[in-house]
């Protein structure tokens, strides 16, 4: 990596809260192996219908709550949300080893995983302003994909040494512990106070405000669609590794681990020296070239490859999905205001699981009902068309400052008056700043970093 700028491990916040990311990511793979064994002990031959029910249960809590969290983050205070959802994603975890049906699992993955779609958007929409400086946000990112792909890779193994120890409760025991070393973690750390809001206080504004908003701004509705061929992409490896493995090749489960550290060995290089690259090119080309790959690889996977083949595929895949990964957070941090982050970022993570929920549903049913190269095929045509519809939706000249018109118009929302827009005269009753009241906007042409808020609803020019 570049070392020409400061690594952001060097700010302390940041290093207490990337702490508390590896620890709660470790705790998290470790529950992932032992969630299958449950499943096992639970339901018998029918695990693997269990398993696949909680999986879906967890995607539906992060679509349908993420939005809803987003839309209201802002009159939350961060910290202390940050350290509550912890401790309680520690509670429901730790009532796993005591569960005797199917339909209890089912309850207590979904609680988790509402903390976890609350939890998550809010973490990453602060890591921003502890970091300002666009190069070591840049970083930042890439250390947080390096530490996905690490635990992905290394949480098995982790997994299976204490296994031969101690029996599978201990991994759930073990990541109720990582949850309550993140909060602790948090509460050691000094975050900022979240921005103001510039938005009105009724509910269903403010929970739709997030997905309006992400989907008004064109960059990311292409981001998005890259989303789409992440998903065609990613849920090929994650659902049909074993199935090609161990029923085409005829191969083990080593061969099986193997493939499947193929993909995250070609998203960690990806992480190693993009932060390099985006010094130099612009996120949109980067991105879509991600498309391009994993769509590519996908087609190659027609011919149906032996090992060494199947191998450079993964690969080639991880290293398309990290480059339209990494720097996701960039794009959705330069389009949206300070105060507004957390909804645009719980919009994000909303819209690219529901991406992923599709996935994983084609690659399981395609690959059954078609067979292996019909699911290639039809996998890489999907991440074809995403990335080209990404190309369409994404415009080329997208600058981030641009001149607009205000036209003049009444309406009320949290203000301070320490702008043009909100220079006006009061009557007494309207109390301390900051305070809503209806006020009037004069016309006003200007020209500033543009993001949908409450002052600017549609985007300026033909994108309009």
């Given at each position: ?20 990311q590896i ?62 959802l912890?401790?309680?994603?520690a ?36 890591i921003?302003?502890?970091l300002?400086?666009e ?35 201990l991994l ?5 512990v ?38 008004k701004t064109p ?66 080309p ?50 949206t ?16 699981h ?26 890489a ?50 109390g301390?700043?900051p ?21 600017h ?6 994108e309009?």
């Amino acid at each position: 990596m570049n070392q020409s700028v400061e690594s952001p491990l060097k700010n302390p916040t940041y290093r207490k809260l990337f702490s508390a990311q590896i620890t709660s990511l470790v705790g998290t793979g470790l529950t992932t192996v032992a969630l299958a064994l449950l499943a096992f002990d639970l339901a018998g031959e029918s695990a693997g219908q269990v398993l696949g029910t909680a999986l879906a249960i967890k995607m539906i809590a992060y679509v349908c709550v993420a939005p809803i969290a987003g839309g209201f983050a802002h009159l939350l205070p961060r910290k202390e949300t940050l350290i509550i959802l912890d401790v309680v994603r520690a509670g429901f975890i730790l009532t796993l080893p005591f569960l005797s049906e199917p339909w209890h699992l089912y309850l207590v993955i979904f609680g988790v995983n509402v903390c976890s779609a609350c939890f998550t958007p809010l973490f990453q929409s602060t890591i921003p302003d502890i970091l300002p400086n666009e190069e070591r946000y840049t970083k930042a990112l890439s250390y947080s994909r390096l530490a996905y792909d690490l635990e992905n890779m290394l949480s098995p193994t982790l997994a299976a040494l204490l296994l031969t120890l101690w029996s599978f409760d201990l991994l759930f025991m073990l990541n109720g512990v990582t949850f309550l070393v993140s909060a602790l973690l948090v509460l050691s750390a000094s975050l900022p106070a979240s921005a103001l809001t510039q938005r009105d206080g009724s509910i269903l504004g403010n929970i739709t405000f997030g997905l309006k908003a992400y989907l008004k701004t064109p960059r990311l509705r292409g981001l998005l669609a890259l989303h789409g061929a992440v998903a065609a992409g990613g849920a090929m490896v994650i659902v049909n590794s074993v199935v090609y493995v161990r029923s085409y090749l005829g191969l083990g489960e080593a061969e099986t681990a193997t493939v499947m550290m193929a993909s995250g060995a070609g998203s960690m290089v990806v992480a190693l020296y993009l932060p390099r690259l985006l010094k130099t090119v612009p996120d949109r080309p980067v991105m879509i070239a991600g498309g391009s790959l994993i769509a590519s690889a996908l087609l190659w996977g027609m011919i149906m490859p032996g090992l060494v083949g199947l191998l450079c595929i993964w690969f080639l895949l991880g290293v398309g999905w990290s480059l339209i990964q990494t720097p996701a957070a960039r794009v959705v941090t330069r389009s949206t205001t300070d105060g507004d982050r957390t909804a645009y970022f719980s919009a994000n993570f909303a819209l690219s699981h529901g991406a992923w929920f599709l996935g994983y549903g084609l690659a399981g049913w395609l690959g059954a009902a078609l067979g292996m190269a019909q699911t290639f095929g039809i996998l890489a045509s999907i991440a074809f068309l995403a990335t080209l519809w990404a190309l369409k939706l994404w415009p080329t000249n997208d600058p981030v400052v641009r001149e607009h018109v205000h036209k003049a118009h009444n309406h009320q929302h949290p203000h301070t008056h320490e702008d043009d827009h909100h220079d006006h005269t009061h009557e007494g009753w309207e109390g301390p700043e900051p305070h809503m009241h209806e006020h009037r906007h004069k016309e006003v042409r200007h020209a500033h970093a543009f993001a949908i808020d409450a002052h600017h609803i549609h985007w300026p020019g033909p994108e309009r």
